[in-house]
């Protein structure tokens, strides 16, 4: 613990020292956050864990305000004496005016010197005044390592260029573009190489948080694609039964839609769970469904292998298979469809599980699904979001916006055959009541999620 390698945050005010923090901890709620000048007033910690133990603490700071007075009174106060950089400080934080005037920037300095090193966040879009370099000064004056760190690199108008410039000329060669609210993928992966080369004794430790955050994301990666593939299986295999008359149609079609309506729901809702991300981070259009669609998958030719169904005659499971939809929607009777099922060899079997819904099939029953359409939308929707989400910093503030969706394979592709399969195995549906997990549905959505990727 005593060993916990400590780096403060600190900057101009405004520069968005709380929303690198936001972003780094993966955590939107920490301190507060605002467009007005002096928002943060005290020193706030956050610690980072490895292996469950704590090997690092973030510190935010108040903003410096008011470096160019703070210097010349640091000048007054030592007068004739020749202390270095630290001492100074020091002189200075056990003055009077570091509890009233310079509390702001006491509280900074402070913190400065009980930390290890220090990034200095940059809004790029200023250009590089007294004030800054005056700062830099003062925070120099600490000997601790500082890297500077580049926010606002997003906006039209930075001056990236000239900070590189003015930051070598003050010695500070080692420089991140790291903006907050919309971070570079391999930023933190940069931000502790960085830090690494400045902080020698403390490289190793750095180089594995590195690594374990890199393994964090690809894991989270992975997750939020076995979630997206769990929510096309639920909606593929998604069935209702309902009678043929108009009125129980409307009726069965407007829960359909409600209930895929609310299983997107879900998966939106755990994808923004497994960022850390709020539910109003995103501003979500309602699913546009139309086209579900009619008819029943019950003989897809996996759905009657795995159900004992074994055809023993030299046919083909799909022609097989095929045969039998196709007698039923010619209206012959269960007993003859059994009876050819049973001819089959093994058939039989299938039938009998089968044989309550084809029975309301044949009495004029009918089974209402969602349309491959919805369910390519639903891919594209959700494939987007992850997009979204995986560049989407914590520091951000406006809600989410997908514009991806344009350009995603998914859009026009036919469904997979995953998705086929899901479709023949009403009991795969995890919203609806017979649902069944198993080894096979395992499966598909681990497959159907490489997929995704
Ligand atoms: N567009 C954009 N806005 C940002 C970025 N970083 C911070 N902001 C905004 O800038 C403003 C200031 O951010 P803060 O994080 O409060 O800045 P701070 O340096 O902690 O400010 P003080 O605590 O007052 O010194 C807020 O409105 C943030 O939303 C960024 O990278 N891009
Ligand atoms: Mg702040």
Redesign the pocket.
């Known amino acids: 613990m005593a060993d916990m390698l400590q780096i403060a945050v600190v ?10 923090l ?1 972003t780094l901890t993966r955590d939107s709620s920490f ?10 007033r005290q020193v706030q910690g956050a610690r980072v864990r490895l292996e469950g133990q704590p090997v690092l603490a973030w510190f ?1 700071t ?2 410096m305000e008011d470096s160019i007075a703070l210097l010349e009174y640091i000048e007054q106060l030592c007068g004739e004496r020749r202390l270095d950089g630290p001492d100074r400080i020091r002189l200075f934080l056990e003055s009077p005016e570091a509890r009233r005037r310079f509390e702001q920037e006491a509280r900074v300095l402070e913190k400065m010197l009980e930390c290890d090193a220090a990034l200095y ?1 940059i809004d790029a879009r200023d250009p590089v005044l007294g004030k800054h370099r005056d700062e830099l000064a003062l925070l120099a004056a600490c000997g601790k390592p500082l890297l500077p760190v580049l ?2 690199v ?2 039209p108008s930075h001056r990236a260029e000239q900070w590189r410039d003015a930051m070598a000329r003050l010695g500070l060669h080692a420089l991140l573009e790291f ?4 971070p570079p993928l391999d930023g933190e992966k940069q931000l502790y190489e960085r830090l690494g080369m400045l902080l020698d004794r403390h490289s190793e430790i750095l180089g594995r948080l590195s690594d374990a955050l890199a393994r964090e994301r690809r894991e989270r990666h992975e997750a939020a694609l076995r979630l997206i593939a769990e929510l096309l299986v639920d909606v593929a295999a998604l069935r209702l039964s309902c009678d043929a008359d108009d009125a129980s149609l409307h009726d069965a079609t407007q829960r359909l839609r409600e209930l895929a309506r609310r299983r997107e729901q879900v998966c939106v809702d755990a994808l923004l769970a497994l960022y850390n991300f709020r539910q109003d981070d995103y501003a979500r259009d309602p699913l546009p469904l139309e086209g579900e669609r009619w008819g029943m998958d019950l003989f897809h030719p996996r759905a009657l292998k795995d159900a004992g169904v074994e055809v023993g005659i030299g046919m083909a499971t799909g022609a097989m298979a095929g045969a039998a939809v196709d007698l039923m929607l010619a209206g012959i009777s269960l007993g003859t469809a059994a009876l050819i099922g049973a001819a089959a060899g093994g058939m039989w079997q299938g039938i009998e599980r089968f044989g309550k819904r084809l029975g309301g099939k044949l009495r004029g029953r009918r089974e209402l699904s969602v349309d491959d359409a919805v369910l390519r939308l639903l891919a594209v929707r959700q494939r987007s979001l992850l997009h979204a989400l995986e560049r989407r ?1 914590h ?1 951000a ?1 406006e809600p989410m916006r997908l514009d991806r969706a344009d350009t995603d394979p998914w859009r026009d592709a036919g469904p997979p055959a995953e998705i086929k399969e899901a479709r023949s195995r009403p009991e795969w549906c995890g919203i609806a009541d017979g649902y069944r997990d198993g080894a096979r549905r395992a499966a598909v959505v681990q497959s159907l999620a490489r997929r995704l990727a």
């Open positions: 900057g101009h005010t405004n520069t968005g020292k709380t929303s690198l936001r301190g507060d956050v605002a467009d007005a000048p002096g928002t943060t935010d108040p903003g966040v926010n606002f997003h906006a903006d907050t609210v919309a910093g520091a503030r």
